[in-house]
């Protein structure tokens, strides 16, 4: 008897062993379906979150991506980008800011897109788990970036197993400060025209300009 207990505990683990997931699969699958990615559609909430001040607060948000270039509505504000100048305009107090494209390595409104890219080249990695949410399988990763100067000291990640689209995505901040986005709706490589990401000034009577070029 006891040694039928075992061989069957010796069977279990042996295909528990099998069943493991390989996270450096799992991060080079995340990566190159995000290289594959032309264009994107995505709503979500932004929230910034303060443990030690015990802040939250909540935004709804929505991006559109083609290439490098990009247009973010978030907080009042709409930023256009065409690849080489931004606009930020605040409808409320019809203002738009005009600058070039910062070199630095910048916040969620200076490059949106690096939340979908480069985990498996600029990031060292720890698989957490997966879980079940809504009829999908969840895959959580903890990504600890390379370079030690940037001002967050890690990013967790959430994306679905079979589309591998990202639903959820906190930046542990240097300053105490977190950015959690949880992503409602993600669409990809739809048809989007370039003039999508520029910002008329002419169009918009009494507008004061901001220029920083």
Do not use: C
């Amino acid at each position: 008897m006891r040694l039928i207990l075992i061989v069957l505990a010796m069977f279990f683990s042996a295909g528990s062993f099998a069943q493991q997931v390989n996270p450096e699969n799992i991060v080079k699958e995340f990566s190159e379906k995000m290289q594959t990615i032309k264009s994107l559609s995505a709503t979500f909430n932004f929230t910034l979150e303060n443990l030690q001040e015990k802040i939250t607060d909540t935004h709804q948000g929505k991006i559109l991506a083609k290439g490098n270039m990009f247009y973010l509505e978030l907080m009042g504000m709409e930023v256009f980008f065409d690849g080489q100048t931004k606009w930020q305009f605040i409808k409320e107090a019809n203002e738009v800011t005009i600058s070039k494209k910062s070199q630095k390595e910048g916040s969620f409104l200076e490059d949106p897109m690096k939340l979908f890219k480069d985990y498996d080249k600029n990031f060292k990695y720890k698989f957490i788990g997966e879980s079940k949410s809504k009829n999908r399988t969840i895959y959580e990763l903890d990504f600890f970036p390379r370079d030690l100067n940037l001002p967050y000291s890690s990013v967790k990640l959430q994306f679905d197993k079979a589309t591998l689209e990202p639903v959820f995505i906190r930046y542990q901040g240097k300053d105490g400060n977190n950015y959690i986005i949880q992503i409602k709706n993600f669409k990809s490589n739809i048809p989007v025209r370039d003039d999508r990401f520029t910002f008329d000034v002419s169009k918009h009577k009494g507008i004061e300009v901001i220029d920083m070029r």
